[in-house]
């Protein structure tokens, strides 16, 4: 499977450059360019993102942090840093959890995994959906659900949309007690996708972590303030 992927930069250390779901490795050029004199810096484009290969069939968060390793292993990087945001930490929590490497610092941006807390209203329109996709398979009624979701989910085709099921409905939760490295979790007050109850959720299960929150900021909150989330990165790299 091809992975397009960019290993460069000076020092001993590697950081690893996870980006979202949609995004590419471009999301952290700005960091990077600042960092590449001082570390080896590693950005790859996700299966099915970038210019990296489409996917093929239905991938699921274990298979993303496979084609990681398989990258690692090539390049002999046993021992990095991990900058992620997004999805980036989902795959970030599998490559710690199952693979043969050492995290050292790990630095997160709206990181997701978490199982969200649902409303009323949100619970309310997932059985509404749910009983009606049941309708419609009994053959008694003839519900319009097939356009339901979010105009990006609608772009995805058959592969991808079971990919992002895949991914959307697992919970990893329970893998992050075994995260051990130095974190910092950088989190908009205003982030809508991976609300800040998560942060803080994930950081009273992850023992060695800081929680850092920008105001005024959304789920991209590390590139609405990226010089100051830029110091909070070397800070954390240089201790």
Same mark, same amino acid.
């Given at each position: 499977m091809k992975i397009n992927y960019k290993y460069y930069g000076k020092g001993k250390e590697t950081v690893l450059f996870l980006h979202g779901w949609g995004a590419n490795l471009n999301s952290f050029n700005f960091f990077c360019e600042n960092l590449k004199n001082e570390y080896k810096i590693l950005q790859i484009d996700f299966?099915?993102? !970038?210019? %990296?290969? $489409? @996917? %093929? /069939?239905? &991938?699921?968060? =274990? #298979? /993303?942090a496979v084609e990681v390793f398989k990258i690692l292993k090539?390049?002999?990087? #046993?021992?990095?840093?991990? +900058?992620?945001? %997004? &999805? !980036?930490?989902?795959?970030?929590?599998?490559?710690?959890? &199952?693979?043969?490497?050492? +995290?050292?610092?790990? =630095?997160?941006?709206? !990181?997701a995994g978490v199982k969200p807390r649902f409303n009323i209203f949100t619970k309310l329109k997932i059985y509404s959906y749910k009983f009606k996709k049941f309708l419609n398979n009994k053959g008694l009624c003839c519900f319009d659900i097939l356009n339901k979701g979010s105009s990006d989910y609608q772009k995805l085709n058959n592969i991808e949309k079971e990919s992002f099921r895949n991914i959307v409905n697992y919970n990893q939760s329970k893998y992050l007690k075994f995260i051990k490295a130095k974190?910092?979790? @950088?989190? !908009?007050? $205003? #982030?809508?996708?991976?609300?800040? /109850?998560?942060?803080?959720?994930?950081?009273k299960k992850i023992k060695n972590s800081k929680l850092v929150v920008l105001k005024n900021t959304g789920?991209?909150? &590390? @590139?609405?303030?990226? =010089? /100051?989330? @830029? $110091?909070?990165?070397?800070e954390l790299l240089g201790n």
């Open positions: 299966v099915g993102h !970038g210019d %990296s290969e $489409k @996917l %093929s /069939y239905p &991938f699921f968060v =274990f #298979d /993303y090539k390049e002999n990087v #046993d021992r990095l840093n991990i +900058v992620c945001h %997004s &999805f !980036g930490f989902r795959v970030a929590i599998m490559l710690i959890k &199952f693979f043969d490497i050492t +995290v050292e610092k790990l =630095f997160v941006s709206g !990181g974190t910092i979790l @950088l989190w !908009g007050n $205003k #982030d809508k996708e991976t609300p800040l /109850y998560m942060a803080k959720f994930i950081k789920h991209f909150c &590390f @590139l609405e303030n990226k =010089f /100051y989330s @830029l $110091k909070i990165l070397e």
